[in-house]
């Protein structure tokens, strides 16, 4: 679900996004649900106001460029031991 900041623009009322509009589908969410990742990017990244946009994965999304599950929001690569 995207959450939204009650932001005004010329005394009026606008909802601004602050969320990713992936964070309920990316497999990150997984990988901290199984305590392999830390919520640190979630909350730098995915969560934040406006940083969600310098996300590696967010821009290949954008792309439509195909990318691995393990890849973290700077680029590098988790080294993940799921059970
Ligand atoms: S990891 Fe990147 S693409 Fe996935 S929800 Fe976070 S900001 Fe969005």
Not at 28 to 48: H, M, P, T, V
Not at 51 to 78: T, V
Request: proline share 4%; charged share 35%; net charge positive.
């Amino acid at each position: 679900m995207k959450s939204f900041r009650t932001i005004y623009k010329n005394d009026v009322k606008v909802l601004r996004e602050m969320t990713c509009k992936w964070i309920t589908l990316c497999p990150l969410r997984e990988y901290e649900r199984d305590g392999a990742i830390s919520l640190k990017w979630k909350k730098e990244y995915c969560e934040s106001e406006l940083n969600w946009r310098h996300c590696k994965r967010y821009q290949l999304e954008e792309e439509c460029i195909p990318h691995r599950d393990n890849m973290m929001p700077d680029g590098s690569f988790a080294d993940l031991k799921m059970t």
